[in-house]
């Protein structure tokens, strides 16, 4: 049963157009939520996170939205670059504030064209 | 490169042998987890370790595998008896302590199951 769900496998925008990537969650007792972006031949890297009492987040370009009541997130990254390009994963825990037992979804392939 | 490493790279394995990961934490800190990411999957937990302490195994195979992280020196991840299914690649990541702290990930060993 998978309780991190990226529906979209793979997503291709343009250079300067705005990447929504988005995740849904099965799991009402996951209180973090985070996401991290893989390179090919590296290890995930720490994005940005949000804790479930709050609906938004923002770090530079990218802003993560949650809506609970819908167990949905998203992803957004304005403007999109082509250093973008990689895989996004997105990660909820339920360890009330520990965060080291990520259930992780299956990743988002994006492609930003130059 | 003071981040999280992990040796080897690669590594090909024989049905029946034995195989052994190293992962050497980022300095300073003290937590080490494992996960592993099966082809067309995402990352799942396996075990998080302190020095000389297995915090949580919940999410090791019953059987034929074992992890530790000794007083000295890197933690290890230990499979005995490999078979096809476990090839995967195993990812280390590390923190400071349990806390909220984003976990930061090594590159991960492939390993490959003849």
């Known amino acids: 049963d998978q309780q991190v769900k990226q529906n979209s496998p793979s997503l291709s925008v343009q250079e300067g157009r705005i990447s929504i990537l988005n995740c849904d969650y099965t799991n009402s007792m996951f209180d973090y939520f985070l996401w991290y972006k893989k390179y090919p031949a590296e290890g995930p890297t720490f994005l940005i996170s949000?804790?479930?009492?709050?609906d938004k987040n923002e770090d530079g370009r990218f802003t993560v939205f949650l809506n609970k009541s819908a167990k949905h997130l998203s992803l957004h990254i304005v403007p999109s670059q082509p250093g973008d390009s990689a895989v996004y994963f997105c990660a909820a825990s339920d360890s009330g504030g520990s965060n080291y037992k990520l259930t992780f979804g299956k990743g988002t392939l994006l492609t930003v064209n130059p | 490169n003071a981040g999280v490493m992990q040796n080897p790279r690669h590594l090909v394995r024989r049905r029946g042998q034995e195989a052994r990961l190293r992962c050497s934490p980022m300095?300073?800190?003290?937590?080490v987890y494992w996960y592993r990411q099966l082809p067309e999957e995402g990352l799942k937990f396996m075990v998080y370790?302190?020095?000389?302490?297995?915090?949580?195994e919940s999410g090791m195979p019953k059987e034929r595998f074992s992890a530790e992280f000794p007083k000295e020196g890197p933690s290890i991840l230990r499979i005995q008896q490999v078979v096809r299914g476990d090839s995967a690649a195993y990812f280390c990541?590390?923190?400071?302590?349990?806390?909220?702290?984003?976990?930061?990930f090594g590159n991960g060993t492939r390993l490959t199951v003849t």
């Open positions: 990541a590390s923190s400071r302590r349990d806390s909220n702290s984003p976990l930061h």
């Open positions: 949000i804790s479930s009492i709050k």
């Open positions: 300095k300073g800190h003290s937590h």
């Open positions: 370790l302190q020095k000389e302490n297995i915090i949580d």
